[in-house]
């Protein structure tokens, strides 16, 4: 048994890194050769499918570059291939490429489309019909408002930002009834609603927009809601807002 771990052990140590480790003593260059194309080449596919703007926008030579270096430095938290994507996201994260400083916010955003589709949350119990003033307004579980620092919903092979922008990307994924994901940009205002509505399971809707329109500075409140009140009814009819929480 120590020799087939050892054995195994460099063998994984090879597929990973051929440049570096060589295979076991026994086996060919030709079965070797199988092994490491396989593992790679069913890596590449799994992940170009999920980040395809991102496979795009490097040019082949970067991406494959950028896989074995996935390979190599990361290990993964689990074996199931539908959190494949989130684990390339934390590799990015945890290892900055200073040439390429949108990389992992661009990733995340490809990825975001994928964990969405996947998310199988449910909502807490809530009426539909309740006043989302007077209520604890429920945002849907499907509806995720992200933010970036890097504009990820511009990049592509023809716009590499190098500048940070003096603004963040805010952007609202929501899944439609029909599976499929919207995207659309926020107001940087809208967007901290929906963020403090994400995290609130006790403050009705006129107390988190109490809140915001003093962290905002504005002037009117009456005013203020006035202007939002709209706002919240579209989020209710387009089922980012689900009602109004119940107990």
Same mark, same amino acid.
């Given at each position: 048994?120590?020799?087939?771990?050892?054995?195994?052990?460099?063998?994984?140590?090879?597929?990973?890194?051929?440049?570096?480790?060589?295979?076991?003593?026994?086996?060919?260059?030709?079965?070797?050769?199988?092994?490491?194309? *396989?593992?790679?080449?069913?890596?590449?596919?799994?992940?170009?499918?999920?980040?395809?703007? *991102?496979?795009?926008?490097?040019?082949?030579?970067?991406?494959?570059?950028?896989?074995?270096?996935?390979?190599?430095?990361?290990?993964?938290?689990?074996?199931?291939?539908?959190?494949?994507?989130?684990?390339?996201?934390?590799?990015?994260?945890?290892?900055?490429?200073?040439?390429?400083?949108?990389?992992?916010?661009?990733?995340?955003?490809?990825?975001?489309?994928?964990?969405?589709?996947?998310?199988?949350?449910?909502?807490?119990?809530?009426?539909?019909?309740?006043?989302?003033?007077?209520?604890?307004?429920?945002?849907?579980?499907?509806?995720?408002?992200?933010?970036?620092?890097?504009?990820?919903?511009?990049?592509?092979?023809?716009?590499?930002?190098?500048? *940070?922008?003096?603004?963040?990307?805010?952007?609202?994924?929501?899944?439609?009834?029909?599976?499929?994901?919207?995207?659309?940009?926020?107001?940087?205002?809208?967007?901290? *609603?929906?963020?403090?509505?994400?995290?609130?399971?006790?403050?009705?809707?006129?107390?988190?927009?109490?809140?915001?329109?003093?962290?905002?500075?504005?002037?009117?409140?009456?005013?203020?809601?006035?202007?939002?009140?709209?706002?919240?009814?579209?989020?209710?009819?387009?089922?980012?807002?689900?009602?109004?929480?119940?107990?």
């Amino acid at each position: 048994m120590s020799t087939l771990h050892t054995q195994l052990q460099a063998l994984a140590a090879h597929v990973r890194d051929p440049a570096h480790h060589a295979g076991p003593v026994g086996i060919e260059e030709r079965r070797l050769r199988v092994y490491r194309e *396989l593992v790679f080449n069913n890596l590449q596919g799994l992940l170009a499918g999920t980040f395809p703007v *991102l496979c795009k926008t490097l040019g082949e030579r970067e991406w494959q570059t950028l896989l074995r270096d996935f390979l190599i430095h990361h290990r993964s938290e689990t074996p199931l291939f539908t959190r494949l994507g989130l684990e390339f996201v934390a590799f990015l994260e945890a290892h900055a490429n200073p040439a390429r400083p949108w990389l992992a916010e661009l990733a995340h955003y490809e990825w975001a489309e994928l964990g969405l589709q996947l998310c199988d949350a449910t909502a807490p119990p809530h009426d539909p019909q309740g006043d989302l003033l007077e209520g604890v307004p429920v945002l849907s579980p499907l509806a995720w408002p992200l933010a970036y620092q890097w504009p990820v919903h511009q990049i592509g092979s023809h716009y590499r930002p190098v500048d *940070l922008p003096a603004e963040p990307s805010v952007i609202l994924l929501h899944r439609q009834a029909d599976g499929r994901v919207q995207f659309s940009q926020l107001s940087p205002v809208l967007y901290r *609603l929906l963020a403090l509505l994400e995290a609130n399971t006790h403050y009705t809707g006129q107390q988190c927009l109490r809140s915001l329109a003093a962290e905002i500075g504005h002037p009117d409140f009456n005013a203020f809601v006035a202007d939002v009140h709209p706002m919240l009814a579209r989020l209710h009819a387009s089922g980012v807002l689900l009602g109004t929480r119940i107990g």
